[in-house]
Every structure is written in structure tokens, then in C-alpha cells.
């Protein structure tokens, strides 16, 4: 089991910035991806930011250029800089863990979720 604990939420105008951490505890295995997604009032969960154990990242079109995560593998926090924030990015943020425990088997953990309110 992994557990998840997500920090770093609030209340930003418009052009502002937050720092959202996640630490993760419990099992997680060397071979892993740990990432970002956001859930808006009445839309589905999508993807903001990953990051796999070796470095490789995916960012979603709408927050490249904006968004930074960085994760600090001896720690095992994922880390999402977020910067210029529009009132487009309100929503519930979540960090989720992807381990590997096996070359072809996997197990996704999510955290609680933080709440990230951009006003106008």
C-alpha cells in the first residue's frame, strides 16, 4: 500500500502562484510514475503533469510553459510549481502514484485531493 498526503492549496488571484507537494509513503517501488490531475466542478478528472522515476515528463497542453513538477526520488515527494494561474485552473488538484511492482503489473494510488481557487 502507498499512502498519499497533498499540501499546498488555496486561494491565488489571477497571475499568482502555488506550490503543491505530495508525499508518499508505504510501498513504493524505485520503478514508478508520480504525477498531478484536477477535477473542476462538473467535469471529469483530467491530467496535469507527470513525472516517471527516470525523468521524463508530461505536461498538459493547457498548463505547459506555466506548470513545473520536479519530484525528489529519496524523499518520495512529487512537487507541481504552478505559476500565471488563470481562473481556468480552479479545482480539486490530486497526486496520484503509479508503482511498478512488476515489469507488467502496476498499482495507482491518489491522494485526497487540494483545492486551488484562482479568482479573477
Known amino acids: 500500500q502507498v499512502q498519499l498526503v497533498e499540501s499546498g492549496g488555496g486561494l491565488v488571484q489571477a497571475g499568482g502562484s502555488l506550490r503543491l507537494s505530495c508525499a508518499a509513503s508505504?510501498?513504493?517501488?524505485?520503478?514508478?510514475?508520480m504525477g498531478w490531475y484536477r477535477q473542476a466542478p462538473g467535469k471529469q478528472r483530467e491530467l496535469v503533469a507527470t513525472?516517471?522515476?527516470?525523468?521524463?515528463?508530461n505536461y498538459a497542453d493547457s498548463v505547459k510553459g506555466r506548470f513545473t513538477i520536479s519530484r525528489d526520488n529519496a524523499k518520495n515527494t512529487v512537487n507541481l510549481q504552478v505559476n500565471s494561474l488563470k481562473p481556468e485552473d480552479t479545482a480539486v488538484y490530486y497526486c496520484?502514484?503509479?508503482?511498478?511492482?512488476?515489469?507488467?503489473?502496476?498499482?495507482?494510488?491518489w491522494g485526497q485531493g487540494t483545492q486551488v481557487t484562482v479568482s479573477s
Open positions: 496520484k502514484v503509479t508503482t511498478y511492482y512488476h515489469p507488467y503489473l502496476s498499482s495507482d494510488y
Open positions: 508505504g510501498n513504493v517501488f524505485s520503478n514508478n510514475v
Open positions: 513525472l516517471t522515476s527516470d525523468g521524463s515528463t
